[in-house]
């Protein structure tokens, strides 16, 4: 049986459902598998024409016991994850002209039309299947840089068995990206707009993992988590990396190179793991903004928290970004006692630096680079100007990393990942086109429509952020269970 362990070693190895309705390991750790399963050639060749949902349950099948799901059960769940979808192949791949061998992957068509929809459609859904098979109730609290809450909310919505608990630094995301999670009206969602978040949403991940830690609240509202601290995420995401893949090659085999515009690491982590699973990646290039605690991470072998910075790609400005700690854990052959000591010296002292042989394990196959403000509103307006095509400030992050290493990666396909639609983005749009009169590619029926809608918010002070919420949420909780 597959088991999932926490990577920084406490408690007892526990079943994939479990991994899923707990979030964070008992000890504060992140679930990672026992092992990780292994694509062999056979299969990459039998998996090269699947669709997308299909592909996604051949690999989900290698990370869930039949024992926990039934294969009927599985495809239900994705079936319904993904209805919802406005483009038909999910994830459709479109190939640059102003650029040799460089597609853009469009993660961005789910319903809050972010690339945080691929993971959690299937998540949520998932959670909430388990949950109705317990029949128990289930508080999810998350985080949001500005997209995970809009699809936490989305696939949440009017589900039997959950509440969402959705956290946003108040001022530190956009206009369009709030209302996705404020004009819902069901009554299990509740947006939470924080004040006073000067290091953004990570201030806000410390007060849910302080709920966490306590103990009593946590186990009488059982606290739950879709942030990509839950294992679900990771590896739902590992399916667009092979999807993207089958794409672009001609043959099974052929290796190709993935930029991600990152900020948790989330996505990464994903990509390495496929990696390590067999797909045949060469370069992943991990793209920062000015928050560049990666590209530190991968140029100087140094995990070190600096100042917060606000950029126009406001979803990946994040200073610690903790699914490197998840992948790590599968570079120092799973010794979750090393984990555990280099997260204590960050606690302590803020900053790691690895020695020279864990850095050579973990940056072998990695490109980094830091893309500044003016670079990636202008590489918006280049793109735009030569070939019409409208790329997100993250996605433009990706190919400005894309564009600088492309003597190392020339005679390979590259494939950069565009996370958000570039409606979420007016003010950064505007700004890279020079004009307040923007194109018709800068908007979605979605984002007009929400304008329309009245807004229903708590608001807070993050002084006394955990209180007001152990508060509220234990109200609720009373309030459904009556
Ligand atoms: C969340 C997000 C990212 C970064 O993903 P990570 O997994 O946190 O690295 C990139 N772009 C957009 C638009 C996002 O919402």
């Not at 926490?6 to 598998?33: H, Q, R």
């Not at 024409?49 to 592909?55: I, M, P, T």
């Not at 997209?147 to 919505?157: H, N, V």
């Not at 095509?389 to 990666?409: E, I, M, Q």
Request: net charge negative; hydrophobic share 40%.
């Amino acid at each position: 049986m597959l088991e999932y362990v926490s990577n920084t070693g406490g408690g007892k190895p526990v079943n994939f459902e479990t991994a899923i309705l707990d979030g964070f390991a008992i000890d504060g750790g992140l679930y990672v598998p026992t092992a990780l399963p292994q694509v062999s050639p056979q299969q990459l060749e039998q998996w090269k024409s699947l669709s997308y949902v299909e592909l996604a349950f051949e690999v989900l099948s290698l990370f869930i016991d039949r024992s926990i799901m039934s294969a009927a059960e599985l495809k239900q769940v994705l079936n319904t994850a993904y209805a919802d979808f406005e483009h038909k192949e999910i994830i459709p791949i479109h190939q640059l002209k102003s650029r040799k061998d460089t597609y853009v992957m469009e993660l961005f068509h789910g319903p809050t039309i972010s690339f945080k929809d691929v993971g959690l459609a299937f998540l949520v859904n998932l959670v909430n299947f388990f949950l109705q098979r317990k029949n128990e109730r289930l508080s999810l609290i998350v985080a949001t840089t500005g997209d995970t809450g809009p699809a936490t909310a989305y696939f949440s919505a009017g589900k039997s068995n959950l509440d969402a608990w959705i956290l946003y630094p108040k001022d530190k995301i956009t206009e369009e990206q709030e209302r996705q999670m404020t004009c819902l009206p069901h009554a299990n969602i509740h947006p939470v707009g924080v004040a006073n978040c000067p290091e953004g949403s990570d201030d806000l991940d410390e007060v849910i993992a302080k709920l966490y830690a306590n103990k009593s609240f946590k186990n009488k509202i059982k606290l739950g988590s879709v942030n990509s601290i839950n294992w679900g995420r990771i590896m739902m995401q590992t399916v667009h990396y092979f999807y993207g893949y089958f794409h672009v090659i001609d043959k099974p085999g052929e290796k190709i190179n993935m930029s991600v515009p990152s900020g948790g690491f989330g996505n990464v982590c994903a990509g390495s793991l496929a990696r390590k699973m067999g797909l045949p990646i060469s370069k992943i290039i991990v793209a920062n903004n000015e928050n560049a605690c990666l590209h530190r991470i991968f140029s100087e072998g140094k995990f070190s928290k600096e100042e917060y910075v606000e950029t126009p790609s406001s979803a990946i400005d994040i200073l610690i970004p903790f699914n490197f700690w998840r992948y790590l854990y599968f570079c120092v052959d799973q010794d979750a006692g090393k984990i555990k000591v280099w997260l204590n010296e960050f606690q302590t002292r803020g900053t790691v630096t690895f020695d020279k042989q864990t850095y050579k394990n973990y940056s072998s196959g990695f490109l980094s680079y830091r893309a500044k403000d003016q670079e990636t509103l202008d590489l918006i307006a280049q793109i735009y100007h030569d070939e019409e095509y409208l790329l997100d400030p993250h996605g433009a992050v990706s190919v400005c990393a894309t564009d600088v290493y492309k003597d190392t990666l020339s005679g390979e396909k590259t494939i950069c990942f565009a996370t958000a639609h570039p409606s979420k983005f007016p003010v950064a749009i505007g700004d890279a086109l020079k004009t307040q009169n923007l194109p018709i590619a800068a908007q979605h029926p979605s984002i007009e429509a929400q304008k329309l809608q009245c807004e229903k918010v708590y608001l807070c002070d993050n002084k006394h952020l955990e209180s007001a919420l152990i508060q509220a949420m234990e109200a609720n909780w009373d309030l459904v269970n009556k």
